[in-house]
């Protein structure tokens, strides 16, 4: 459920049409609701209210900085990936002890900064981060939390690049070697252990491979205990999908129910790190018809975003609808591909796909583009990043300003030897 809708034909995110933002702001630009943020996270964090909880959004599927402020008003924590997420987190107001941090690559810097900050704990994927953690913490003479991320190799069903827990991945320790590492972690001098963490991938669209893990995840923590290795937090990751075109995933609800009797008997605090299925479908990105170019082969629809925009389509041959800012009742149809201004030909937000006929000049809204579209972002043909707006209710705020040309070459310099 969202607050994009019809309205005498007319697309409206919450109470304003779409136009008048695309008038006010110019296109392409990412518009996200506030009532669609706000009600996404709270029925996540209604359904598992029944077991002490946090939620620590996912902040790599939506990091704009009021996104992010909204989510801490409601009681969020934040999921970060890197120091940069660390710091959008803190200065959007996210509580440290609400913080985790996972990711195979740690530097030393981000460690440090980490620590300094006093993060919940960390999300531990390797034997040598485990280490690295350790010498870090003692050079600063503190003790590092940490939970270590198990692979309890389970495929969940969901494309290759964004399926995280299974043997063959990059992520976490193989769960043959699980108890191995927590006693070895348990042996570091300043590490203290606090949590087990898995997270298989994202997009899931079925309950079955959470529950598959999660009861894998159970045998771990019961070994664990008997050994002296007690855990306070266990973090079952996000990865909830959500509707692009005719997916049925699972409500939080539906979820939260079939799992809450293992996240019971786990006697844990849970940590759960949702972020598509919060933003997902709370955000579009509007686009303006530039070209219509009618070939032998093909018809193209020439846009004014690109992939550099909005990257799924050409990464993962994603999805995303795509809907006329003014609908004609009983339009005729077409087929088309629907292209943006980057040269390449992986330059498409839709391909073969049938649409109302439309022109030059016509607004089209790419469904959907609220998680990994403006975050996974890029300069690329030079082409500024565009503005997000947030609305509330019959009111809207740039939450981000579209970049200027001058933002292009920021921190860029040439040295003197060209310049004679
Ligand atoms: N926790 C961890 C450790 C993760 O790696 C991820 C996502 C999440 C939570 C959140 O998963 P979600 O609830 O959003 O499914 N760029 C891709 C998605 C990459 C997901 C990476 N990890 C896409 O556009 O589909």
Redesign the pocket.
Known sequence: MHHFHYHNDSLFCEDIPLERIAKEQGTPCYIYSHATLTRHFQAYDQAFASVPHII?F?M??NSNLAVLRLMSSLGSGA?I?SGGELFRALKAGIPPNKIVF??VGKSHEEIKYALESDILFF?VESSAELQAINEVAMGMGMHARVAL?VNPDIDPHT?P??S?GMKKSK?GIGADRALEEFQKAASLSNIQVVGL?A?I????TKISPFVDSLTKVLGLLHTLKGKGIPIQYLNI?????ITYSDETPPHPKDLAEAITPLLRESECEIIL??????V?NAGILLTRVLYIKDTDAKKFAIVDAAMNDL??PS??D?HHDILPVHQVPNAPEDVYDVVGPICESGDFLAQNRTMPLVKAGDLLAVMSAG???F??ASNYNSRPRVPEILVKEGESFVVRKRESYEDLILGEQIPEFLKS
């Open positions: 620590a996912a790599k599927a999921d990936v996972a990711g999300n991320r494309h690049y964004i995280t992520f963490h997270h991938g994202s997009q899931l990751g996000g990865g909830l999908g790190e949702p972020g598509r299925v919060i997902g990257i799924r990464l993962y994603a998680a990994y579209a975050t996974m």
